[in-house]
């Protein structure tokens, strides 16, 4: 999955068209999402790791992926399932999202770029890693991917100011659950690590062997521009 600073890179360029626009929903024309609540969103489907005696397959629910294992995204129907789960979770939560305009939708955001990244992204650095002899069967190959995602997160901390807006958002935003999938009291906990890991403690400054930091600010860029246009053909939104 795409770093933490990487979707709320993507949620405040997304902000930028969506906001600056006056974008409505396609469901109620008089109503439009909320920054904070839009960027909040973001960060929830990885909220479920801070749930007491977190497993995996908890975050792969949240993410609409049971029966959908790691390694298997790219197989025959696998990704139409998860689009099919996305539209479901959209329209289940419609009227939530009327309570807290942006929230759900910032939720759909992340998972749009997840997709890209699962599909795209990851197998670059797979690639990469292979010339070392690693493999997706090596623990290690694992170990390396998280600890390269958060290096890229930490160099878009000191290079895109715009995190800071984000950063004043989390802490801004009033409390929030996504029902029936994590609760009020994780995601409060998951938004104050995040702003204390990301925001407060020192980082290495340190370049990434395998996963490049300028693939990723192209994959930004792209899935920006590839989100907006989701939005409006998948009828979430209308300009």
Aim: net charge negative; hydrophobic share 35%.
């Amino acid at each position: 999955m795409a770093g933490t600073m990487v979707h709320l890179t993507i949620a405040e360029l997304l902000w930028q068209r969506i906001g600056q626009e006056g974008w409505h929903y396609a469901f109620d024309t008089e109503l439009c999402p909320q920054e904070d609540l839009f960027i909040a969103g973001n960060i929830c489907p990885d909220g479920i790791m801070a749930r007491k005696n977190y497993r995996r397959e908890m975050k792969l629910h949240s993410h609409f992926r049971d029966g959908i294992p790691d390694g298997s995204f790219d197989k025959p129907g696998m990704q139409p399932l998860f689009r099919r789960r996305m539209a479901e979770f959209w329209r289940e939560h419609q009227e939530d999202e009327r309570e807290l305009p942006g929230l759900y939708l910032g939720y759909i955001t992340h998972m749009m770029t997840d997709e890209k990244f699962v599909l795209e992204e990851r197998p670059k650095f797979f690639q990469e890693i292979s010339r070392i002899g690693l493999t997706q069967r090596d623990r290690e190959t694992f170990v390396r991917f998280n600890e390269e995602t958060d290096l890229v997160d930490f160099a878009l901390i000191r290079n895109e100011p715009m995190l800071q807006k984000a950063k004043q958002s989390l802490q801004r935003v009033q409390e929030y659950e996504i029902k029936n999938m994590i609760t009020a009291e994780e995601l409060t906990d998951s938004r104050n690590w995040i702003l204390q890991h990301f925001f407060v403690e020192e980082h290495p400054d340190k370049k990434p062997e395998f996963l490049s930091y300028e693939s990723m600010l192209g994959f930004i860029r792209q899935t920006t521009e590839e989100i907006v246009q989701r939005l409006l053909e998948e009828q979430l939104l209308t300009s």
